[in-house]
């Protein structure tokens, strides 16, 4: 070990031979003692005080002489380089016959040895990095760098670009071997990653030698991986969609990107994988995805579940891509609920006889089979299920059932409700009846006139409570909950109030009972009342006269008596038309109960008096209308309870006979059908009015003045959550408001309106 105050060449003679031996031969092992002589000679020299005379020339790429203790540290800095360049001259020379994986292996190897010596000779030579090194960058010149820093910049300016320089020898028999992975081939993937970070390793950035710099990495690798990954899938794609099926793209195009997404984990540098990936998106995906929307309804139609899932995942990494899809999807649903509802109407049933539970299964099963596809095969995206609720709306307010009216569905709908509240409904008995409920609520949403909907439903469920054939109370209050979280609590205001009345006729008939047999012991008959507020119950009452008959008009009378007593100041008005009694039969052998309506039973207890009446005497007797009174004489002669021999002529049956004791004579009548629906969509047309009416009134309130054209959006927009107003019937509406002097026309300016306080 040379003396602390030896001169530069015999210093450097000593560590030259030091540094060739953890170079070229660390395998062989260094001695902890060899390792602190070389360390203690270097740290001694750069600490030496004495100022050599010796002349020492510039080095390659070094720096020139200096004085005192920066003469010490350059001198040993370039005769690091003069070493490095010798050395990494002979490791060129020797690579020049070797081509592709034998090229890579022999790089690969050749990098472990130096970068693992580099790092030992960093060390030895720490104290002129910590202070030679140190000072001099902090006095701004960046082309000094830490000695293993050093060892890189060498490394790359004598091996690696050179290397490089011949056709791109080094990373083009990178790239091969990834094009042969590609092609199915194994390769050794351990081999690719050494190199490749070794192109990461070898990036510096100037101003800061410990940050991480692409520069390298990118120029003489990734740009010309990113453009031999384009030419590769682009050629492959073409190739694979001219022989084989779409659907089978999609598994391949999913397979490749898969791939590569591993390959960037395996071997590549994270950085990459955005602009690997988005390149192969762009070859696979994007060029091809017309291919893929064109393909898309035949995969609908025979639901191809997974091939869907696949085009989804695929079209989704792409900005445009769903769109398409999104469209040929709305399209689809709603070709598929038109010719449902197509093929229920081509089954030869009318617009009356179109049976509600028929309908709305058709539309139901349509919007099940499609939500659940929205849910499985595109993730319940929530473009798809806008396209899903659009295709639906329009489908299932326009059809074939349907024709031009826009109140047909509601109608429907709320017939099938009925029919699923009534008593002696399956679903009731089942216990699914809550399920039912919620389908129907599916469709209820996507119906547009939902006053239409309300006044029918409001219309049956009277009907319901009047006639006692409610499934249960639980059912009904469990419906009229989910129309309030749709509508709000004013949509279902008057349904709760229905269930009042009932709640206040139910203790009224108890306390008028009650009375009764205090009083008047010779009741003989069986007696319960409703009495139901006009402004909630949409009943009419009957447009004709009629005769009470003397059967029961002491109770009649009675109860008229206890309710003014009760409540001064009211008026009853008795709705017969929706009355229904019980009679017993005593002219027959057998006892048999009729079952009947008000008129019916008016027109029966005739015969307590007489064996044969004539049409004109139960006219006279009863007065109801002569068109009403044939019906009723009609279905007790089908009955055979009377019997029709001779023109208007009608006899008492002495040999009637039934298999059931109770007999049901109170059936529908066809007019009465008929004019209840005419009634309903009378009731909405009214309604509808008004509503229009208070919306512009509510608006002008608030914003004072507004122009025509506003004003008419901005009720569209208030109530087509109701229903879809018209663009006349709002018209109607400002011009009753002008002359009722809710709003006038401000002078000078056209088509504004101004709200009068």
């Not at 030091?18 to 602190?36: A, E, F, P, R």
């Amino acid at each position: 070990m040379p003396a602390a105050s030896a001169d530069l060449a015999t210093t450097w003679a000593f560590l030259e031979e030091g540094v060739d031996h953890i170079m070229t031969k660390l395998q062989t092992g260094v001695s902890y003692s060899k390792y602190m002589s070389l360390y203690t000679v270097a740290y001694n020299y750069c600490t030496s005080s004495k100022i050599n005379n010796t002349s020492s020339d510039s080095g390659i790429g070094g720096l020139s002489n200096r004085t005192g203790a920066n003469l010490m540290g350059s001198d040993l800095y370039n005769h690091l380089i003069r070493y490095f360049v010798v050395h990494l001259k002979n490791l060129r020379e020797q690579s020049e016959a070797l081509q592709e994986e034998n090229l890579l292996r022999y790089y690969a190897q050749e990098w472990d040895r130096y970068t693992t010596g580099a790092n030992y000779i960093n060390r030895l030579f720490t104290y002129l990095n910590r202070h030679w090194v140190k000072r001099e960058r902090d006095e701004g010149r960046k082309n000094v760098y830490p000695v293993y820093t050093l060892a890189l910049v060498q490394w790359r300016n004598n091996l690696f670009v050179p290397i490089q320089q011949n056709h791109t020898k080094l990373a083009a028999a990178v790239l091969r071997l990834i094009e042969q992975q590609r092609n199915g081939e194994t390769i050794d993937q351990g081999l690719v990653k050494k190199v490749v970070d070794s192109f990461v390793s070898l990036g510096l950035d100037e101003t800061d030698t410990n940050k991480a710099c692409l520069d390298v990495y990118r120029e003489h690798f990734e740009g010309p991986f990113i453009t031999a990954t384009e030419k590769f899938y682009k050629q492959e794609s073409e190739s694979f969609l001219a022989e084989h099926s779409v659907s089978e793209y999609l598994k391949k195009a999913e397979e490749r990107l898969k791939e590569e997404e591993d390959r960037v984990d395996r071997y590549l540098n994270t950085q990459t994988r955005k602009a690997l990936i988005g390149k192969c998106e762009h070859v696979l995906i994007r060029e091809h995805a017309p291919l893929m929307w064109d393909s898309f309804e035949n995969l609908l139609d025979f639901d191809k579940d997974e091939d869907l899932q696949r085009m989804y995942a695929l079209l989704s990494r792409i900005p445009e891509g769903l769109d398409p899809l999104r469209k040929r999807f709305e399209e689809h649903v709603k070709k598929a609920g038109l010719l449902a509802v197509s093929k229920l109407a081509g089954e030869g049933t009318t617009e009356e006889a179109l049976d509600p539970k028929a309908y709305v299964d058709a539309l139901l099963e349509v919007h099940q089979k499609n939500s659940e596809t929205v849910t499985r095969s595109f993730r319940g995206e929530a473009g798809f299920v806008a396209s899903l609720d659009k295709a639906c709306r329009d489908f299932a307010n326009r059809n074939a059932a349907t024709g031009n009216s826009n109140t047909k569905s509601p109608e429907l709908l709320a017939k099938h409700a009925d029919l699923l509240l009534r008593k002696n409904n399956k679903l009731a008995e089942e216990g699914d009846l809550e399920g039912a409920l919620n389908r129907v609520m599916i469709l209820f949403k996507y119906i547009e006139d939902k006053d239409v909907f309300q006044t029918f439903y409001t219309t049956k469920l009277s009907k319901r409570l009047i006639h006692g054939v409610s499934a249960s109370d639980e059912s009904e209050a469990s419906m009229i909950s989910k129309l309030k979280e749709a509508c709000g609590f004013e949509y279902t205001n008057k349904l709760q109030r229905m269930f009042t009345d009932m709640s206040l006729s139910k203790d009224l008939t108890d306390s008028f009972k009650e009375r009764m047999q205090q009083n008047h012991d010779d009741m003989d008959m069986t007696f319960s009342v409703m009495v139901l507020g006009t402004n909630f119950w949409p009943l009419n009452p009957p447009s004709h006269e009629f005769v009470i008959p003397a059967e029961i008009l002491p109770t009649y009378d009675r109860f008229q008596k206890y309710y003014q007593q009760k409540h001064s100041g009211r008026k009853l008005t008795w709705l017969w038309n929706y009355c229904k009694n019980e009679l017993r039969t005593n002219y027959l052998n057998q006892k048999y109960i009729l079952m009947t309506s008000s008129y019916q039973m008016a027109v029966l207890v005739q015969y307590n008096k007489n064996d044969t009446l004539s049409l004109e005497e139960l006219i006279a007797a009863t007065s109801i209308p002569k068109e009403l009174m044939t019906q009723i004489l009609a279905v007790f002669v089908k009955a055979k309870v009377l019997i029709n021999e001779e023109t208007d002529q009608y006899d008492l049956n002495p040999g009637f006979k039934s298999k059931k004791i109770r007999v049901n004579l109170n059936q529908p009548i066809k007019a009465e059908v008929k004019t209840e629906t005419a009634d309903v969509l009378k009731a909405v047309d009214e309604d509808r009015k008004f509503v229009i009416q208070a919306t512009i009134v509510r608006i002008m309130k608030a914003r004072k003045t507004m122009k025509n054209q506003s004003l008419v959006q901005e009720v569209i927009s208030q109530i087509s959550q109701r229903f879809a107003p018209k663009i006349p019937d709002i018209k109607k509406a400002i011009d009753t408001l002008l002359e009722k002097d809710y709003i006038e026309r401000v002078e000078g300016q056209r088509d504004t309106f101004a709200y009068v306080a």
